[in-house]
């Protein structure tokens, strides 16, 4: 392991802002935090958004900036990538912001049903053909389920045609609400995008961050060309999800 990794990792361990749950905490088992996010981490009682997978927490940090009446989590196993987040959060003091390093087949043990209001879900790996790793799968919208408030929203940000079309079809086998679908969110979709109604229990600026929040890899992938989907649905659904009967042949790449 290279020495910045390593100094990276040491100096995550100062941040308030970063909760690093031992395996112990949250393998079949709850956490202390489950149920109290709200009061021990934030300090009040608005609404949580959970980013998973957020990397070096650009996402987050910004969406946090501009919602200050909503309370961000941005989840992510890399500890090394979660420093420059975390570092950014501590160093500004910014109080609707914390971070999670964990697994996140674990995020049942560390959030109570109706803790959370919404999820992100931003360049995630498609998994192609490997479903069950899916962020989209059914295995996924269960654990979602259990910690999602009523109305609970799933905000899904690609640049996977895979991985939107997957989503997509799921959301329509088990007959979800869909709230917007684009296929290429600075192009043909732009302005019906844009002028949707709300997407977000914190607001307008969850449609304004779509076209003026970029990733590291959102840039490249938009430098190379290659078009940037969104898909937002609620989560709400009576009985077991279902896997989606798709061309998955199609969308393949």
């Known amino acids: 392991m290279g020495k910045d990794k390593l100094r990276k990792f040491k100096e995550n361990e100062t941040f308030g802002c970063l909760v690093q749950p031992r395996t112990e905490e949250v393998f079949r088992t709850d956490h202390p935090l489950k149920g109290h996010w709200g009061k021990k981490v934030f300090g009040n009682d ?3 958004v959970v980013e998973l997978g957020c990397g070096k927490g ?7 900036l501009r919602n200050p009446v909503c309370n961000y989590i941005g989840v992510d196993i890399k500890g090394a990538r979660l420093w420059k987040g975390a570092k950014y959060a501590e160093e500004h003091s910014l109080p609707n912001v914390a971070f999670l390093r964990t697994r996140i087949e674990f995020i049942t043990s560390l959030f109570a049903p109706g803790e959370v209001s919404e999820i992100w879900i931003t360049f995630a790996d498609p998994q192609i053909h490997r479903e069950k790793k899916r962020l ?12 999602l408030r009523e109305g609970g929203i799933v905000h899904l940000k690609t640049d996977s045609r895979y991985l939107h079309e997957y ?3 799921m959301a329509r086998q088990n007959s979800l609400k869909v709230l917007a679908e684009a296929t290429d969110i600075y192009g043909a979709d732009r302005e019906r995008l844009y002028a949707s109604d709300m997407l977000s229990v914190c607001g307008r600026d969850a449609v304004d961050a779509l076209f ?17 989907t969104y898909l937002a649905f609620v989560i709400d659904h009576a009985g077991p999800y279902l896997s989606p009967d798709w061309d998955e042949d199609r969308w393949e790449r």
């Open 46 to 48: 608005h609404p949580i």
């Open 58 to 64: 650009e996402y987050t940090i910004d969406l946090a």
């Open 136 to 147: 989209t799968s059914p295995l996924f919208m269960e654990r979602y389920r259990s910690m």
């Open 167 to 169: 989503s997509a079809a």
């Open 212 to 228: 003026e929040v970029q990733t590291f890899y959102e840039s490249q992938y938009l430098a190379q060309g290659i078009p940037i």
